[in-house]
């Protein structure tokens, strides 16, 4: 089954550290670029980070740059978030998503369940 | 940073209706403007990609148009399974951004 599966959510503190990762199955992992996105309880959806397939070329929102860094293992087939002072407004679902390449252009053809994530003191 | 406007913000609609959402970009995207639908506590699915194509197994009740900087999803003949959320997306450049979604309710 093609799944994408997050984990590494919590509570945590304002200022420290998080890491999540997202295990992909089902699909080559290494064909393909991967992106976190990520939701504020009751709110829309926000673009956090993404990642090239080799990992070459990575882009990060403006609200996070600086303070989350996005990664993927191949050989595990996994992709990561490790996420630095923290702040309450970072507080969301956040999910990974997979990229499907086309001559056209991308966009998100799969999406994990997500991994809650709450900064509060 | 490429702003998506969707309206309405919320609709309330009955079964058998015919709902159409749109998406204004602040500037031109060509066709790379894409639509999800996101039910409560479900993640978003993909239901129409590069503006008019219909995602695999998406029912044929939901289509899109449009180009440039306007688009629109349509949803023909609305079933009670289709209450959610509706959020459109654009990738021709960073950041990436969505609309801020459209709620709807079946009444």
């Known amino acids: 089954e093609v799944q994408l599966v997050e984990s590494g959510g919590g509570l945590v503190q304002p200022g420290r550290s998080l890491r999540l990762s997202c295990a992909a199955s089902g699909f080559t992992f290494d064909d393909y670029a991967m992106h976190w996105v990520r939701q504020a309880p009751g709110k829309g959806l926000e673009w956090v980070s993404g990642i090239s397939w080799n990992s070459g070329s990575i882009g990060y929102a403006d609200s996070v740059k600086g303070r989350f860094t996005i990664s993927r293992d191949n050989a595990k087939n996994s992709l990561y978030l490790q996420m630095n002072s923290l702040r309450a407004e970072d507080t969301a679902l956040y999910y990974c998503a997979k990229v499907a390449v086309t001559t056209r252009g991308w966009y998100f053809d799969l999406w994990g369940r997500g991994t809650l994530v709450t900064v509060s003191s | 940073e490429i702003v998506l406007t969707q309206s309405p913000d919320f609709q309330s609609v009955t079964p058998k209706e015919k709902v159409t959402i749109t998406c204004r970009a602040s500037?031109?995207?060509?066709?790379?403007l894409h639509w999800y639908q996101q039910k409560p506590d479900q993640s978003p699915k993909l239901l129409i990609k590069?503006?008019?194509q219909s995602f695999s197994g998406v029912p044929s009740r939901f289509s899109g148009s449009g180009s440039g900087t306007d688009f629109t999803l349509t949803i023909n003949s609305l079933e009670a399974e289709d209450a959610a959320t509706y959020y459109c997306?654009?990738?021709?450049?960073?950041?990436?951004?969505f609309g801020q979604g459209t709620r709807l309710e079946i009444k």
């Open positions: 590069y503006a008019s």
């Open positions: 997306h654009q990738s021709s450049s960073l950041p990436i951004t």
């Open positions: 500037q031109s995207i060509g066709s790379s």
